[in-house]
């Protein structure tokens, strides 16, 4: 148990001082204070009731792995395995398959049917029991998720931001339906030293590894300190170049700012688009999808600057400075981002 910011830098710290010849580090943790978590590509002030959670008490972080907005506390064992990126695999649906196998293996031997929907998510005869992510942060790779030993239905649904309370109550009753639970799957949360022992064995087995005690560096607990003070300025949680496009600009004729949203397979993607004469002249990519490497959303959105919105090549494009790039988007392609663009553009007509 460790304090809220701690639960998230602590990965984050670790992954930064890593290098090739590093031994993998799998951390088990789970926050003494819960927390509102967003993805490394979301807009915060478009995705967390931000009033509510000051209200509640409840900090809310941003992690650099993508994903989903999330209420996070201490019923949630966070598992963190953080590889030289040169001991992993590269692609990243290749990493979900590969770590994810160790966690099915604890749920079954709990006697929970636990399986991987992908591309990322953990379920339970059709009801998810956990979400997966993967990152890289400097020389390693990341893949992070949780045991979910309960969840608090009611704070989630208070946590997001929605049009209206109506659409509030849809979204419980929808999380009461769709989320389930070591609670829920079992009548009672097995204790935490035997879910750890066993996930431990599972580890061993399945990544053919020796899993040993270790404490942390000295060069590790002073990057983990830097990043608990990172992931709590501002400037990190509402990254303020996001929307510096939309500042002081003057709409007139020829000139459309426009919002819209694409779900596509690896998650949703939501673009702002400020168009000049059927040409792009800035644009903002966010949403709960995951990208490698996280910079590469923003290397694309200035990529994508000068496109032609009335180019029927639009989508070859857009997948020609993806590969450009070198970008790995699971589950997200040229014609999403395409979609959403065109939807931006549609709207801000």
């Given amino acids: 148990m460790v304090p809220a910011p701690r639960s998230q830098a602590l990965f984050h710290g670790i992954a930064s001082v890593m290098h090739d010849g590093d031994d993998p580090v799998l951390t088990l943790v789970s926050p003494q204070q819960p927390y509102v978590c967003i993805g490394m ?15 509640a ?17 201490r019923n949630q064992l966070f598992f963190h395995f953080i590889y030289p990126v040169n001991k992993a695999p590269r ?13 099915l293996a604890t749920y079954q031997a709990f006697g929970i049917d636990a399986r991987l929907r992908p591309i990322n998510d953990i379920h339970v005869n059709d009801r998810k029991i956990g979400g997966t992510g993967a990152a890289q942060i400097g020389d390693a790779t990341i893949f992070v998720g949780s045991f979910m030993l309960d969840f608090d239905v009611e704070t989630m649904a208070r946590c997001l931001k929605v049009p209206s309370e109506k659409f509030r109550d849809k979204l419980r009753g929808t999380l009461q339906d769709y989320i389930t639970t070591m609670r829920r799957e079992l009548g009672s949360i097995p204790p935490r030293e035997t879910l750890v022992a066993r996930f431990l064995l599972d580890v ?20 983990v300190d830097e990043w608990e003070r990172q992931l709590q300025e501002p400037d990190w949680l509402y990254q303020p ?8 600009v ?24 400020l168009s000049q004469n059927q040409r792009i002249a800035d644009v ?9 490497p996280a910079s590469g959303v923003e290397a694309l959105a200035h990529a994508l600057r000068d496109l032609d919105l009335a180019s029927a090549d639009m989508t070859p494009r857009i997948a020609q400075h993806m590969t450009t790039l070198g970008l790995d988007l ?17 709207q801000g007509d």
């Fill in 41 to 55: 590509h979301q807009d915060v002030v478009a995705e967390v009731d931000e009033a509510y959670c000051r209200d």
């Fill in 57 to 73: 008490g409840l900090p809310v972080l941003r992690r650099q792995v993508g994903g989903g907005a999330v209420y996070l506390d």
């Fill in 91 to 103: 692609r990243v649906t290749d990493l979900y398959t590969h770590f994810v196998a160790p966690v």
């Fill in 204 to 223: 061993g087995e399945h990544l053919r590894v020796e899993p040993r005690h270790d404490e942390l560096r000295d060069d590790e607990i002073r990057a």
């Fill in 241 to 248: 170049n996001r929307r510096r496009f939309a500042e002081g």
């Fill in 250 to 273: 003057k709409i007139t004729g020829g000139v459309h700012l426009g919002e819209a949203m694409h779900k596509a397979r690896g998650g949703l993607v939501r673009v702002r688009l």
């Fill in 284 to 292: 903002d990519i966010s949403g709960d999808f995951t990208c490698i």
């Fill in 330 to 346: 699971p589950g997200v392609d040229a014609a999403d981002i395409a979609s959403a663009i065109r939807g931006a553009c549609a």
